[in-house]
């Protein structure tokens, strides 16, 4: 089975504060994803990479950045927490051949204070 | 971009009935999946179904990529159904593109 993990379930910090949110993939997938989830907007697209070292802006990249050193892991980073980035945040991964079928994290419940 | 449309909204259900939750998209995808969001905000995969027509147990799901859309079928329903179901469409391994989903709140 497909395992995508991600750091924490819940979290809370302080404005200002930078912010490491940490997700790995078992199963050797070339994308990965970071979205996050809020009440009336839905899922949105925060970043994705498609190759160590490579990463590509999705919908709403302002306040965050990405890390991704080692295929399996892809860390999203907020470099100065601010309240409005109180969220939920979901990693994916899929594979690029055959099947396209996206597997998420658990999420991480993000309370910034 | 492409555009995801699920219906309906809301659901209310008594246990024992059956559903159908439908979700059109805009144009071409190269992969659709079914979700159900848990309580806890998980999203659990449900079905990935490009096209064609899977079963699992009392769901099953069927896909018309040439008409566009996709339907879910839920059976005999239960308390444990209830919650937030999605439909996601990419097209060869981008990102998902998600509707608003279907909130079904089934009771005892």
């Known amino acids: 089975d497909v395992k995508v993990t991600q750091s924490s379930r819940y979290l809370v910090k302080r404005t200002g504060e930078k912010v490491f949110l940490e997700c790995v993939q078992d199963?050797?997938?070339?994308?990965m994803f970071w979205y996050r989830q809020d009440p009336g907007l839905g899922l949105r697209l925060i970043y994705f990479?498609?190759?160590?070292?490579?990463?590509e802006k999705g919908d709403i990249p302002e306040g965050y950045s990405v890390s991704r050193e080692k295929k399996e892991r892809f860390s999203l980073i907020l470099e100065s927490a601010s309240t409005n980035q109180t969220s939920m945040y979901l990693c994916?991964?899929?594979?690029?051949?055959?099947?396209?079928?996206?597997?998420f994290g658990p999420g991480t419940r993000l309370t910034v204070t | 971009g492409i555009q995801v449309e699920q219906s309906p909204p809301d659901l209310i259900l008594q246990e024992g009935a059956n559903s159908t939750l439908r979700c059109n998209f805009s144009?071409?995808?190269?992969?659709l999946q079914w979700f159900h969001q848990n309580p806890w905000g998980q999203l659990i995969n449900l079905f990935y179904?490009?096209?064609g027509t899977k079963q699992n147990g009392r769901l099953s799901a069927t896909t018309v990529a040439t008409e566009r859309y996709s339907l879910l079928y839920i059976s005999s329903s239960q308390t444990t159904d209830s919650g937030v179901y999605f439909c996601?469409?990419?097209?060869?391994?981008?990102?998902?593109?998600f509707g608003k989903g279907t909130t079904l709140s089934v009771s005892s």
């Open positions: 990479s498609y190759d160590v070292k490579m990463k």
């Open positions: 144009d071409s995808v190269n992969n």
């Open positions: 179904i490009p096209s």
């Open positions: 996601a469409v990419s097209q060869a391994g981008t990102a998902l593109i």
């Open positions: 994916a991964s899929t594979g690029t051949g055959g099947s396209y079928e996206q597997y």
């Open positions: 199963m050797d997938h070339e994308n």
